[in-house]
């Protein structure tokens, strides 16, 4: 098998498996337990805190946990919106997030909130100098994610936090995709809140966390608990939470290499792609890029028939996200990037990791120059193309 579906979720490393063992079958105390039994659990929960805040240059205290990015995504979105509710009801995100955050946005529009949606250009790319311009004296939050699930391409951040902290307006980002991959400091950035998922990092599937900046007001989620310090109630998910600090701890440990060394080999397979494949689209930003995301439509096919034809020389990929992958709709980031519906069907994505090796690249290259092809040959309007190029 050739797994290239990293972008879903990703196998759990081996430290990270290690480090959660002991706490399902020795320290299996719940950590809000007031025996010395618990304090293991305590203590590794805490260690946790600090790995993940290091990654991105925050305080361990500015780290909660939570069951996941869609959790994170959908408390700040909502517990910004109930907190600062007295300033103004508007907010800003843009056309190619996640629907974790296109979803809040339209249940906080059926309670009164007004959403701007920023377009995007044909990379996938945010303007900095559109959101200064969109921005209004009741705008509470812009939240743009840190970089496409789909397409790969990575936002200005930087220059989008600027504006934020020049407007005092909070700048919240999804780094479901970006965390422990590419560089992240949220000082540096002027980031009031980032969401991540511990299955994205070769963590376990089921916990991630929400940053949140010292001073920014946040109304609880979850109710029922006085767990992480009174703002997410739920029992602690002790093993689940060691193991994604670990995971981010050695990500973050082999960050430059990993990116060096998965960009060589996504732009390996982008160049035979585009050289030997006729009539096909690299999606996303050529250079401002996820070092792992390959996204390509193909014109004259349809995504599907691709994934399953993969499927049988044993290769795992996708055509969007993993999260809407039994739509029979386009993909919302392709139309907003300006493709039309037939070519955004033909879409592919396939997404590295540190494990794929040259070899594996080239064979799924290899396995495309014969599926496509194959597909366009029961195409009549394929059929009809080349006729008329003739």
């Not at 995709?177 to 590419?182: K, L, R, T, V």
């Not at 998910?237 to 060394?261: D, P, S, Y």
């Not at 120059?369 to 190029?389: A, G, H, N, T, W």
Request: charged content about 20%.
């Amino acid at each position: 098998m050739i797994y290239m579906d990293n972008a879903a979720t990703t196998r759990m490393s081996e430290r990270a498996f290690e480090a959660m063992r002991p706490f399902f079958m020795e320290q299996y105390a719940n950590a809000a337990g007031t025996y010395s039994f618990a304090n293991a659990s305590k203590e590794a929960v805490e260690t946790a805190r600090g790995q993940i805040a290091r990654v991105i240059g925050a305080k361990p205290a500015e780290i909660y946990f939570t069951c996941g990015g869609t959790e994170s995504d959908n408390w700040a979105l909502k517990g910004v919106a109930q907190a600062y509710a007295a300033k103004g009801k508007h907010i800003i995100i843009s056309a190619i997030e996640h629907h974790a955050i296109l979803h809040s946005a339209q249940a906080l529009e059926k309670q009164g909130w007004d959403v701007t949606v920023m377009p995007v250009d044909e990379t996938g790319m945010v303007s900095a100098e559109a959101i200064d311009a969109a921005i209004r004296p009741d705008t509470v939050l812009v939240s743009i994610m840190a970089a496409n699930n789909e397409i790969g391409t990575i936002q200005p951040l930087a220059a989008i936090g600027e504006v934020c902290k020049k407007h005092g307006v909070l700048f919240h980002t999804d780094a479901v995709q970006a965390f422990a991959h590419i560089p992240l400091n949220v000082d540096e950035m002027h980031i009031d809140l980032l969401s991540a998922s511990g299955h994205k990092f070769h963590g376990p599937k089921g916990v991630g966390f929400l940053y949140v900046r010292k001073g920014v007001k946040l109304v609880p989620f979850m109710d029922g608990g006085a767990q992480e310090k009174k703002r997410r109630a739920g029992t602690t998910n002790v093993a689940g939470i060691v193991g994604m600090g670990a995971a981010a701890e050695e990500a973050a440990a082999n960050m430059e290499e990993t990116m060096a060394k998965v960009s060589a080999i996504r732009d390996h397979m982008i160049a035979r792609i585009e050289k030997e494949i006729p009539y096909c689209r690299l999606n996303g930003h050529r250079t401002e890029r996820l070092p792992g995301n390959v996204n390509f439509c193909f014109r004259f096919i349809e995504g599907e028939g691709m994934l399953m034809l993969l499927d049988a020389h044993g290769i795992c990929a996708s055509s969007g996200s993993a999260c809407t992958s039994g739509s029979l709709d386009p993909s919302h980031v392709l139309l907003a990037i300006g493709l039309p519906h037939e070519i955004a069907h033909g879409s592919l994505r396939m997404t590295l990791s540190e494990a794929t090796t040259m070899e594996e690249a080239d064979k799924a290259v290899d396995a495309l120059l014969e599926i496509i092809p194959r597909l366009r040959s029961m195409s009549p309007l394929y059929e009809d193309f080349v006729r008329k190029q003739a």
